[in-house]
């Protein structure tokens, strides 16, 4: 029903808007990181493991993200 379908397209853009949060947090962590690192702070490689750590971390939570609205999306149908 279109009813049904508006529901569906907000979590939808909830969904989204909770990756572009994931994604700015993952920004502002490299930023500082890369930062650390150019004030010699921290070694290129582990400026590289930090990163490393932060993109596995975003690639979890955004998967995290899929699967949630996945579900929700199929209960919201399924009606």
Not at 54 to 63: L, P
Request: net charge positive.
């Amino acid at each position: 029903s279109e009813q049904r379908e508006q529901i569906v397209k907000q979590a939808k853009t909830m969904a989204e808007e909770a990756k572009v949060a994931v994604r700015n947090v993952r920004k502002d962590s490299n930023n500082k990181v890369k930062r650390l690192e150019k004030e010699k702070e921290i070694s290129e490689d582990a400026s590289k493991v930090a990163q490393d750590k932060i993109q596995k971390f975003t690639d979890e939570h955004i998967a995290k993200i899929d699967e949630a609205f996945k579900a929700k999306e199929a209960d919201i149908l399924k009606v």
